[in-house]
């Protein structure tokens, strides 16, 4: 393990082909490129409806993931892009559509960062229930960086959001 690493948390998810089998697959890809260190601690998997309004498609299987990296945040950026490419993301999907993978940075240990193509905390994490509640399962007390709120207050808040999502008997 290389002297410098930073704890990282990721989201993941698809809806389009077969969602669990790319979810896993990316996961591999992220131990296999050692992009993600060992000791990694994944979330359950959670069948969840189309988030920003977009019906017509099909719901998503979410996961969340933690473990060190030895990347800057904008390398980490990039071999998230390289590994959803080669898992067949074309690069300008349809705002919120079906796709069949999708990486984002949730946290990188304690850092903001606010660029033109990359900001955490991740901009919608706070709202949408579909990112907390795998980050929340893997690290029930988490608080915010930027605010300290922590994350499980912050999916209590979004009420009945939660009780459209179903935790699927599949695992990562
Ligand atoms: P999306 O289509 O929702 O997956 O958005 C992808 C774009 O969001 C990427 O090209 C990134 O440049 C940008 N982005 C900004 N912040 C983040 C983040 N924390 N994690 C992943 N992508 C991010």
Redesign the pocket.
């Known amino acids: 393990v290389p002297d410098r690493t930073e704890k990282v948390y990721l989201?993941l998810g698809a809806n389009a082909g077969d969602p669990v089998e790319q979810l896993r697959k990316a996961v591999a890809e992220l131990r296999a490129r050692r992009i993600i260190l060992e000791p990694i601690a994944l979330s359950s998997l959670y069948r969840t409806p189309p988030w920003g309004g977009i019906g017509d498609q099909p719901w998503f299987v979410n996961a969340a993931l933690s473990g060190a990296t030895a990347l800057s945040?904008q390398e980490l950026?990039a071999a998230?892009?390289q590994i959803?490419g080669d898992l067949g993301r074309k690069p300008?999907?349809r705002?919120?559509g079906p796709?069949p993978i999708?990486?984002?940075?949730?946290l990188?240990g304690q850092r903001i960062?606010r660029t033109?193509?990359?900001?955490?905390?991740?901009?919608h994490i706070t709202e949408r229930a579909f990112a907390l509640l795998p980050l929340v399962e893997i690290e029930p007390l988490l608080a915010d960086p930027a605010t300290g709120r922590r994350y499980a207050d912050c999916l209590a808040a979004l009420g009945d959001e939660i009780a459209r999502i179903e935790k699927m008997k599949d695992e990562l």
């Open positions: 989201g945040p950026l998230l892009k959803e300008a999907p705002r919120w796709r999708d990486l984002d940075i949730l990188f960062v033109p193509n990359l900001t955490i905390p991740h901009p």
